[in-house]
């Protein structure tokens, strides 16, 4: 479905969103990678409550429009937040992975009256610098699959043999991804920032994460009252690729405790 979100200073920002399920909801955000990095994980999601999900295209991936006043990552943060707000979703679990996770802090950090709780799955965003995100933008597609996953020829692709449209659709991802997040992926500021988040939050790293290694879920966990740390065995940057039913079941238990607490 497509929803016209009306964002202050940018004007009606057209969002694809895919639908599924029913029960609780789950907002789920994707990464660089696309849409395509979550829309299988997010019927699994949906299956393992059950639970509703709902998956934005952030605008200006997979061909979608952006607007041109739309350019950062805290900008996509109010843009959801108006979206649950107009959907009328209430206690929403916001799970985002690598810049998904970057938005979902930056939703924590405003303490949303609409978002019960946030899981960030390898987020980008945090500045650690003593181990710092990798060169995102200066790797190549191969470079990028040895540094994302725990077993990378699994998922290696043959992107030469890709038809044009496809590289095409690649290549403006990447640039769109630049926009949003900038070269360096991260914010000085916001872990500071998250002192004041009241949500629960649970922190979830695929232990061979060479992308965002590992320090910044430590220092995500340490830097958010009582959130919790999870590290999942054999995945890299998108445990929901390679760990999905360890995942959608870490993440179903954390949101029904959430929600269980939130009533009480």
């Given at each position: 479905?497509?929803?016209?979100?009306?964002?202050?200073?940018?004007?009606t920002v057209p969002v694809s969103v895919e639908d599924v399920g029913d029960g609780p909801a789950f907002l789920l955000?994707?990464?660089?990678?696309?849409?395509?990095?979550?829309?299988?994980?997010?019927?699994?999601?949906?299956?393992?409550?059950?639970?509703?999900?709902?998956?934005?295209?952030?605008?200006?991936?997979?061909?979608?429009?952006?607007?041109?006043?739309?350019?950062?990552?805290?900008?996509?943060?109010?843009?959801?937040?108006?979206?649950?707000?107009?959907?009328?979703?209430?206690?929403?679990?916001?799970?985002?992975?690598?810049?998904?996770?970057?938005?979902?802090?930056?939703?924590?950090?405003?303490?949303?009256?609409?978002?019960?709780?946030?899981?960030?799955?390898?987020a980008a965003g945090a500045f650690v610098a003593d181990d710092p995100i990798a060169d995102f933008f200066a790797l190549?597609?191969?470079?990028?699959?040895?540094?994302?996953?725990?077993?990378?020829?699994?998922?290696?692709?043959?992107?030469?043999?890709?038809?044009?449209?496809?590289?095409?659709?690649?290549?403006?991802?990447?640039?769109?991804?630049?926009?949003?997040?900038?070269?360096?992926?991260?914010?000085?500021?916001l872990l500071g920032r998250l002192s004041t988040v009241t949500v629960p939050v649970l922190v979830v790293w695929g232990?061979?994460?060479?992308?965002?290694?590992?320090?910044?879920?430590?220092?995500?966990?340490?830097?958010?009252?009582?959130?919790?740390?999870?590290?999942?065995?054999?995945?890299?940057?998108?445990?929901?690729?390679?760990?999905?039913?360890?995942?959608?079941?870490?993440?179903?238990?954390?949101?029904?405790?959430?929600?269980?607490?939130?009533?009480?």
């Amino acid at each position: 479905m497509i929803c016209d979100v009306e964002l202050r200073g940018v004007g009606t920002v057209p969002v694809s969103v895919e639908d599924v399920g029913d029960g609780p909801a789950f907002l789920l955000l994707h990464g660089g990678a696309g849409p395509q990095s979550v829309s299988g994980f997010a019927g699994l999601l949906a299956e393992s409550g059950p639970s509703r999900v709902l998956t934005p295209t952030h605008p200006g991936f997979s061909g979608t429009v952006r607007p041109n006043g739309l350019d950062s990552i805290a900008g996509l943060a109010r843009l959801y937040a108006q979206l649950v707000a107009d959907l009328d979703l209430d206690s929403v679990t916001v799970v985002g992975n690598s810049i998904g996770g970057w938005i979902a802090a930056e939703m924590a950090a405003s303490n949303n009256a609409h978002v019960g709780a946030v899981a960030l799955v390898g987020a980008a965003g945090a500045f650690v610098a003593d181990d710092p995100i990798a060169d995102f933008f200066a790797l190549t597609p191969d470079e990028v699959v040895n540094l994302s996953y725990f077993e990378p020829d699994r998922h290696r692709i043959d992107f030469a043999a890709m038809p044009d449209a496809q590289k095409a659709l690649m290549a403006a991802n990447r640039a769109v991804l630049g926009t949003y997040a900038g070269t360096a992926m991260a914010d000085p500021s916001l872990l500071g920032r998250l002192s004041t988040v009241t949500v629960p939050v649970l922190v979830v790293w695929g232990v061979a994460d060479r992308i965002i290694p590992l320090a910044h879920g430590r220092a995500y966990a340490a830097a958010i009252p009582n959130a919790r740390l999870h590290i999942i065995e054999g995945a890299g940057h998108m445990p929901q690729l390679e760990r999905p039913d360890e995942l959608a079941s870490v993440l179903t238990r954390f949101a029904a405790a959430a929600n269980g607490a939130s009533r009480a």
